[in-house]
């Protein structure tokens, strides 16, 4: 079946750590994006990436750092200089940057303790 | 950018038609509305979007009014599983910038379905 992936759905780290998310699809979308969703919010936009070894910053991309090195693959890491990373961050995928409809897959909620 | 404003929450009895308001008083000519839905702690999931015709598909219809300043997203037959908070998007697919790629999401509107 095709589709997105992240792993894992749950995360917990120590206040100053890094933590990287993973985002794989198998759809053969050009496009990948990371979104952040805090409580009652709509989403944010972190990152996009229209294509391989390409990317782009997004409204909220302060603490955040992303690679796009393969097709399938656009991980997000959280570093230590994001002052509120616990939130649901939020992988999505299109087929082109500005098709219609963009897949999502089922989120982690990153937690810093 | 195009704003939309929606009620915060609707309540609709299981099996009955559930009409969902979103206001976009200051659309642009070439913003596309679209509806995405997200049930609890799930990835949003696209329900259908339109430009100025009214658009049916399997999940849902989408009425856009003739000045295009407001539009209705329709369920049919509301079920449990349709209980989920419905976005209403504006996307100006004219423009290449990176506000053509992202999807600003507001609050939405939280539907409850009653059994």
């Known amino acids: 079946d095709g589709g997105i992936t992240q792993s894992p759905k749950y995360l917990f780290r120590k206040e100053g750590q890094n933590v990287t998310l993973s985002c794989e699809q198998n759809l053969n979308h050009d496009a990948m994006y990371w979104y952040r969703q805090d409580p009652g919010q709509g989403l944010r936009l972190i990152y996009y990436?229209?294509?391989?070894?390409?990317?782009q910053k997004g409204d909220i991309a302060e603490g955040y750092s992303v690679s796009r090195e393969k097709k399938e693959s656009f991980p997000l890491t959280v570093t230590s200089a994001q002052k509120n990373p616990t939130a649901f961050y939020l992988c999505?995928?299109?087929?082109?940057?500005?098709?219609?409809?963009?897949?999502f897959g089922p989120g982690t909620r990153l937690t810093v303790l | 950018d195009a704003k939309t404003t929606q009620p915060n929450s609707m309540e609709s009895n299981e099996e009955e038609p559930v009409h969902l308001p979103c206001n976009h008083s200051?659309?642009?000519?070439?913003?596309?509305i679209h509806w995405y839905r997200q049930l609890p702690s799930q990835g949003p999931e696209y329900v259908i979007h339109?430009?100025?015709s009214n658009v049916n598909n399997r999940m849902a219809s989408l009425a856009i009014a003739e000045d295009r300043k407001s539009s209705t997203l329709i369920l049919h037959r509301a079920t449990l599983r349709d209980a989920a908070v419905y976005y209403c998007i504006l996307r100006d697919l004219a423009y290449s910038g990176a506000g053509s790629y992202q999807l600003t999401f507001g609050k939405g509107t939280k539907l409850s379905v009653i059994p």
């Open positions: 999505a995928s299109s087929i082109a940057p500005a098709y219609n409809e963009q897949f």
């Open positions: 990436s229209q294509i391989v070894n390409d990317f």
């Open positions: 339109g430009l100025t």
């Open positions: 200051t659309i642009s000519g070439t913003d596309y």
